[in-house]
């Protein structure tokens, strides 16, 4: 009562209206602070969540909470939205009071785009209800005459899905339609609905994260090994799908199961899968042995059966049918293609319920009178065959969402118009809008909802002033006609300048985190607010506060004048509620949607909220109106941010993993040494999730810190390699290249800011003489003047980051060869650039010395002699690479480019000796006795190829006289398969038998011989090929005996 007088009064005498919120409970009133400073004030939950229900109200609606409504005899109050606020894990209904006749009637709370759908679209939504029943009747029919069928031959198969294609225009509202359909109370009475994500990002299984996440939260375990993290280890970072209290409902199948209960008993042990795949590599599952012994290739397949499990027995616990509703399907990655698909295949009584822009052939059957009249072209692309197959027509149906008329059209209009009085919307002559309003929108919904929000402004401004109807019918009509829908970026930048300043500034830093749809939750944006108001964050002195005035430079410290807000005005946004209470005008003003946990993006520390663009256009226009510099400067921020979480992320793990194994093993001193091996070698081959490492990346390179986004890009492109994705992890591989070349770009226009060294230059020439030699073409031009003082200045002095970059290079033309078509060609231009890195980064001595072993080939051998003296004793040799290793493999990889070239001529022969002589020479600088056995196999091999037998006999006597069975061959066999130098011990035997030199041959298999036994003790299949190659040996000789005696071995 007092709520409604104040309302009453405060319009009356001041003509504005006000929100109010209402709540019951205990509360402190009285004085807080200290003598120095206090005040009057009341604290308490119920104060903070009446401030809540005042900030989040409509304009002029009284809110109550429940605790109010319980205990309030005398007035009736209707529940129509649900809010996510802050301090509570699920949405807290808004009671209004009314005179309506249920008393604190609760129903199902949907927002208004979603409402209006359920009005606007009521008959097709009615239609399209009777259908699925229908089709969950037949589904129930199937099963019972399967049950009825036993065991016997003729027994039928059971229940099989169903699959209904909602298609419409883009902008249309398929999602709100959906969720309104979903949110029938029929529907939900009869189905177990499963709704899954979005696909705004092509992360494998991204839209099945929430049905999995509920999935597993009904199990007992799966909870309590959440709750025991979460006490080890209180800043563990999990996703916030786990997080959810969703999750845990009462509507979900009351009884908790076991692990063993999620799937089928073959497939328990590759639970763990999951981690990776759909928990960012939080460990809910522990790996098992059958985990380790899959192929990277297997992974991801094996996984997709673990889900189908999953799925179908978890929808079997209801024993009722079941909707999984997946909004545009036909952007949803492979993998969560396929497991549909391996859905559809199965018996259960399912429908898939989805939506989509595309057509049909028109071979699918339409649901009446709810689709209109489409094009039959055979050209057009199927969705339903390519996801669902084309084996069984009759299980799948297409219908297409009618464009909405002129009234349906208005009714969502005047419904997405904000903050407008009653007396005010009654002055206007909304019939004469409607026919613009539907001639500009074409029945789009979402055409619609823009227009309303930009007339709103207007209307707003017109209510301050003295204006007849005409007038603003007229003024309505004009602004329709400015901003026409195809200038939709006009009514974007309208509605941005309609914003409070302080709303403006955050909207703008939120255009960062919210790139390419990702979400963003009310920490994470508070955080970076709160970072660049310090205006001091990882040695950038100038902050978005700090930095309202100056000029901006390009040094690093960069004064990001992203909105005129000055200092008090920034801390007045962190005071009380303030902050969250811009947040919630931005979702009111449309820009931002607030979405719930369990279909948010990325890791979490506790539960909190979320948003996301109302769309992928307005978060570009917004974002467009920050200079490139602020754009830079925020990049790094928020990169440095998740970097930071990365590293504790990592450290968790290890830790997290250490004290569960001694939780579990009771923590008794005897197996403290046992679990923190177990741990530490666990921890080796434990990473941050590929997906935070890809979004660091990302951000790294909007921000131009090229080096950093490339070593993020190449562990994801790892991470995704390990997981068997192997296209995803060539993605990644082709972000850190485009890296590596920004960064190239960025050395060649500071090169006169880069001092070179006496003698650098002569290296560049000689390494790109030699590089001529190998290829077929010279040095791409970005490295044309490159020297190692150039790698220096790329690489900030950081050879460590050089050998990375050098690994990355390898890996992705590795990548090129088995992805693209013709990638061996592209491949092999990029281990070139991997010999050519190598040669500038070598020591100043390992240069010398790799020059004087290819003095031979080169032409300019006085200028190799000279090479010592013309850099002089003063060269600083403190940036080179310190592991050579690395770039074995591209050596390796062109060699067997040159060996595979259906071209075998002169000129490629001459090119492949020279490559072995120079892979020969580098890998003596490793000094690592094993690369350069297995090395000098291939140029003895190339010697004997090109007709230089006697080059080559003396690279294999080397080879003999250096192996030594027990330091080299396990290593050879784990490093490059076999034992190459025992195989080219065993070729030379041939070649002095066929020369007549008995005694050499018959030294050589006396050496052979006395590895034989030795080699046994692990390689089986190596002792039977060398045993027959000794026994092939004896019968050139004649010493039959022996070769009998060997033969016999062999059988046995």
Not at 1020 to 1047: E, N
């Amino acid at each position: 009562d007092a709520a409604i007088k104040i309302q009453e009064q405060l319009l009356q005498i001041t003509e504005t209206e006000c929100t109010i919120g209402v709540t019951l409970g205990k509360a402190f009133c009285g004085e807080i602070g200290c003598p120095s400073r206090y005040e009057f004030s009341i604290v308490g939950s119920s104060v903070n969540l009446s401030a809540r229900l005042m900030a989040k109200g409509a304009r002029g609606t009284i809110n109550c909470d429940k605790a109010l409504v319980a205990n309030d005899a005398e007035h009736q109050y209707s529940c129509a939205v649900k809010h996510r606020l802050k301090g509570y894990d699920q949405s807290v209904p808004f009671y209004s009071p009314d005179s309506g006749e249920n008393h604190a009637q609760e129903v199902t709370p949907l927002d208004t785009h979603t409402a209006v759908h359920s009005s606007v679209r009521r008959d097709e939504i009615r239609t399209l209800i009777e259908h699925i029943r229908l089709q969950q009747e037949l589904m129930e029919q199937e099963e019972a005459r399967a049950i009825k069928g036993g065991e016997s031959e003729s027994r039928e198969s059971g229940p099989h899905p169903r699959a209904v294609m909602v298609s419409a225009r883009a902008g249309a509202g398929k999602a709100q339609f959906l969720e309104a359909l979903l949110g029938h109370p029929e529907v939900k009475s009869r189905s177990t609905v499963l709704i899954a994500n979005k696909c705004y990002h092509n992360t494998p299984f991204y839209c099945w994260v929430p049905i999995i996440s509920r999935i597993v939260k009904t199990s007992k375990d799966v909870v309590k090994r959440i709750q025991k993290l979460k006490r080890l280890r209180r800043k563990l970072l999990f996703p916030p799908s786990l997080l959810s209290n969703a999750a845990i409902d009462p509507s979900y199948p009351p009884e908790m199961i076991d692990n063993d209960g999620l799937v089928t008993e073959d497939l328990f042990p590759y639970l763990s899968l999951l981690n990776d795949f759909l928990f960012m590599g939080v460990p809910l599952f522990r790996p098992s042995d059958k985990i380790r012994s899959l192929k990277d290739s297997q992974k991801v397949d094996k996984a997709i059966e673990v889900l189908s499990s999953m799925v179908q027995r978890y929808i079997a616990r209801f024993h009722r049918p079941a909707i999984i509703s997946i909004s545009d399907i036909d952007t949803i990655d492979d993998c969560s293609k396929q497991l549909v698909q391996n859905l559809y295949e199965s018996e259960m009584k399912l429908v898939f319920l989805c939506s989509t822009h595309r057509g049909t052939r028109g071979r699918r059957t339409s649901l009446g009178s709810i689709a209109s009249t489409t094009s039959r072209s055979t050209t057009s692309t199927d969705v339903l065959d390519s996801i669902f197959g084309d084996g069984d027509n009759e299980r799948a149906e297409f219908m297409r969402l009618k464009p909405l008329g002129k009234e349906a059209v208005l009714e969502v209009f005047k419904s997405s118009i904000r903050g407008i009085a009653e007396e005010d919307e009654a002055m206007i002559d909304w019939m004469r809008v409607a026919e613009r309003v539907h001639e500009l929108c074409g029945g789009i919904v979402r055409h619609a909802i823009e227009l309303a929000h930009a007339v709103s402004i207007e209307l707003r401004r017109m209510s301050k002033m003295q204006s007849s109807a005409q007038d603003r019918t007229n003024r309505i009509v004009e602004l329709l006609e400015d901003f026409p829908v195809s200038k939709m970026e006009e009514l974007i930048a309208l509605r941005f300048d309609a914003l409070s300043q302080e709303e403006q500034l955050l909207l703008k830093v939120a255009s960062v985190p919210g790139l390419n749809q990702h979400s963003f939750s009310l920490n994470l944006l508070e955080t970076l607010m709160l970072d660049l108001s310090a205006g001091d964050v990882s040695g950038h002195s100038d902050g978005i506060a700090g930095g309202i005035t100056g000029d901006i430079s390009n040094d690093g410290n960069i004064p990001l004048s992203v909105g005129s807000v000055g200092g008090s005005q920034m801390e007045d946004m962190f005071q009380g509620d303030n902050f969250e209470m811009m947040m919630n005008a931005l979702v009111e003003a449309g820009f931002l949607i607030l979405i719930g946990d369990e279909h948010a993006d990325y890791l979490s520390i506790e539960s909190t909220q979320s948003f996301r663009f109302a769309s992928a256009l307005e978060q570009v226009c917004v974002n467009d109106l920050m200079i490139e510099d602020q754009k830079r400067e925020l990049h790094l921020r928020l990169a440095e941010h998740y970097e930071t979480r990365l590293l504790r992320l990592g450290d968790e793990r290890d830790l997290g993993f250490l004290e569960d194994d001694l939780t579990d093993g009771g923590g008794s001193l005897s197996t403290l040494t046992t679990s923190f091996t177990m741990a530490t070698s666990q921890a080796t081959s434990m990473r941050p999730s590929w997906q935070i490492t890809h979004l660091t990346a990302t951000h790294f390179s909007m921000a131009a810190a090229s080096v950093q986004a490339l070593l993020y890009f190449f562990d994801a492109a790892t991470e995704l390699a390990r997981l068997g994705l192997r296209e995803k992890s060539h993605g990644s591989l082709l972000s850190a290249y485009s890296c590596f070349e920004q960064r190239l770009d960025q050395c060649c226009r500071n090169n006169v800011n880069i001092v070179i060294q006496s003698g650098a230059n002569e290296r560049n020439r000689l390494a790109k003489r030699l590089l001529q030699m190998i290829c077929e073409v010279a040095v791409p031009p970005a490295m044309e003047t490159l020297t190692q003082d150039h790698l220096r200045w790329m690489f900030d002095a950081n050879s460590h980051d050089l050998v990375l970059c050098i690994k990355m290079l390898f890996k992705f033309g590795q990548s090129i060869g088995v992805i693209e078509k013709d990638g061996y060609v592209y491949g092999s231009k990029v281990y070139q650039q991997v010999v050519f890195l190598t040669l500038l980064g070598l020591s100043e001595e390992a240069f010398a010395r790799t020059m004087s072993q290819l003095k031979d080939y080169l032409d300019d051998s006085i200028a190799v002699s000279n090479y010592d003296t013309a850099s002089g004793s003063d060269y600083d040799d403190s940036f080179s690479i310190d592991d050579l290793a690395v770039s074995f493999p591209a050596f390796s990889g062109l060699l067997t480019f040159y060996r595979d070239s259906p071209i075998q001529n002169e000129t490629n022969l001459g090119r492949e000796k020279v490559l072995a002589t120079l892979f020969v020479a580098v890998t003596e600088q490793q000094d690592d006795m094993v690369h350069i056995l297995r090395t000098k196999c291939i140029l003895s091999h190339l010697f004997m190829k090109t007709g230089d037998v006697g080059k080559a006999l003396s690279v294999s006597e080397a080879i003999k006289s250096a192996y030594n069975h027990d330091e080299h061959s396990l290593q050879m066999v784990q490093m490059y398969g076999m034992d190459w130098a025992l195989i080219n011990i065993t070729t030379i035997v041939s070649v002095y038998i066929f020369r007549a030199d008995i005694a050499k041959a018959l030294e050589s298999i006396s050496f052979l011989e006395a590895q034989l036994e030795k080699v046994d003790e692990f390689a089986s299949s190596t002792k039977a090929m060398l045993k027959g190659a000794v026994s092939a040996a004896y019968l050139l000789l004649r010493r039959f005996d022996k070769a009998v005696a060997i033969s016999n071995c062999i059988s046995s």
